[in-house]
């Protein structure tokens, strides 16, 4: 079992900056590719950005060149800087572990989610 708390949410106006983190319970931490998810009212969860155990990293077109997903194994700890932040950005952050075994069993955990309001 994983347990994933988020942390760094809160308002902020039109053109701000926040920086969410999360923080895992896993003993594996590495071996996990850790998404970060939002979701608004009345809208679909969407995916926001990833990064694999490899480094490798992925955004919604909708905040690339705006958010930066970091990781340190470490501390196991995944962050989300979130720049020049617009009112469509308000909406719960929810922070992800996901890993696919060979075996095929998949490991997927979620943190409570945080939320992050973007007004003026």
């Known amino acids: 079992q994983v347990q994933l708390v988020e942390s760094g949410g809160g308002l902020v106006q039109p053109g701000g900056s926040l920086r969410l983190s999360c923080a895992a319970s896993?003993?594996?931490?590495?071996?996990?590719?850790m998404n970060w998810y939002r979701q608004a009212p009345g809208k679909q969860r969407e995916l926001v950005a990833s990064?694999?155990?490899?480094?490798?990293?992925n955004f919604a077109d909708s905040v690339k060149g705006r958010f930066i997903i970091s990781r340190d194994n470490a501390k196991k700890m995944v962050y989300l800087q979130m720049n020049s932040l617009k009112f469509e950005d308000t909406a719960v952050y929810l922070c992800?572990?996901?890993?696919?075994?060979?075996?095929?069993?998949?490991?997927?955990?979620w943190g409570q989610g945080i939320q992050v309001t973007v007004s003026s």
């Open positions: 896993a003993s594996a931490f590495s071996i996990y590719a």
């Open positions: 990064i694999t155990s490899g480094g490798s990293k």
């Open positions: 992800n572990a996901f890993y696919s075994a060979l075996s095929g069993k998949q490991y997927d955990y």
